[in-house]
Nanobody, 118 residues
Framework: QVQLVESGGGLVQAGGSLRLSCAAS????????MGWFRQAPGKEREFVAR????????YYADSVKGRFTISRDNAKNTVYLQMNSLKPEDTAVYYC???????????WGQGTQVTVSS
């Protein structure tokens, strides 16, 4: 089992940057594929990015490709989302999630709000 706590959200102007962090509890963090998702008001939650257990493989939604970078530090049990060139449409609550051993994302954080002003 793993518990996830996001941080780093806030208010930023369009074109700015933020880095989100997600700290995980537990001794087996490196056993989990980690992902970032977001949910804007009135919209369904959508996938943003994911990273493999070792960190060697990443995958992004088309809407953030080239602007966002996901990374992880298994020694610190932390996954990051570096967000550059932010747009107002990136405004959402951002969630990190963990998937164990090829299963669905079964563990979720509480979310952190990102607001991008125009």
């Amino acid at each position: 089992q793993v518990q996830l706590v996001e941080s780093g959200g806030g208010l930023v102007q369009a074109g700015g940057s933020l880095r989100l962090s997600c700290a995980a509890s537990g001794r087996t963090f490196s056993s989990y594929t980690m992902g970032w998702f977001r949910q804007a008001p009135g919209k369904e939650r959508e996938f943003v990015a994911r990273i493999s257990r070792s960190g060697s493989g990443t995958y992004y939604a088309d809407s953030v490709k080239g602007r966002f970078t996901i990374s992880r530090d298994n020694a610190k049990n932390t996954v990051y989302l570096q967000m550059n060139s932010l747009k107002p449409e990136d405004t959402a609550v951002y969630y990190c999630a963990a998937a164990f051993n090829g299963q669905d994302y079964g563990y979720w954080g509480q979310g952190t709000q990102v607001t991008v002003s125009s």
